[in-house]
Nanobody, 116 residues
């Protein structure tokens, strides 16, 4: 079993920055892909960014050039640096981890609100 604890998020004005962090804990697991997803009210959950254990990244087109995902393999942590935030970035952001045995775990979610 893997537990994910998220931190960061909050309220920021358009053009501002926020940093989300996620720490994975448990025993006997190896993280493969780590990522962030978001869900706005009335919309489906969507991918924001993912990063493999080798450091390859993939971003949603809507956040490319503004968001940066990173991870620390030794600490089983990941972060999402969000710059130039827009009101349309407002959503609940979820940390996701896929282990080497293909099990997916989710964080509890953290609210990000961008005011115009």
């Amino acid at each position: 079993q893997v537990q994910l604890v998220e931190s960061g998020g909050g309220l920021v004005q358009a053009g501002g920055s926020l940093r989300l962090s996620c720490a994975a804990s448990g025993s006997g697991f190896r993280t493969n892909v780590m990522g962030w997803y978001r869900q706005a009210p009335g919309k489906q959950r969507e991918l924001v960014a993912v990063i493999t254990s080798g450091g390859r990244t993939n971003y949603a087109d809507s956040v490319k050039g503004r968001f940066t995902i990173s991870r620390d393999n030794a600490k089983n942590t990941e972060s999402l640096q969000m710059n130039s935030l827009k009101p349309e970035d407002t959503a609940v952001y979820y940390c996701n981890v896929r282990t080497s045995d293909s099990i997916s775990y989710w964080g509890q979610g953290t609210q990000v609100t961008v005011s115009s």
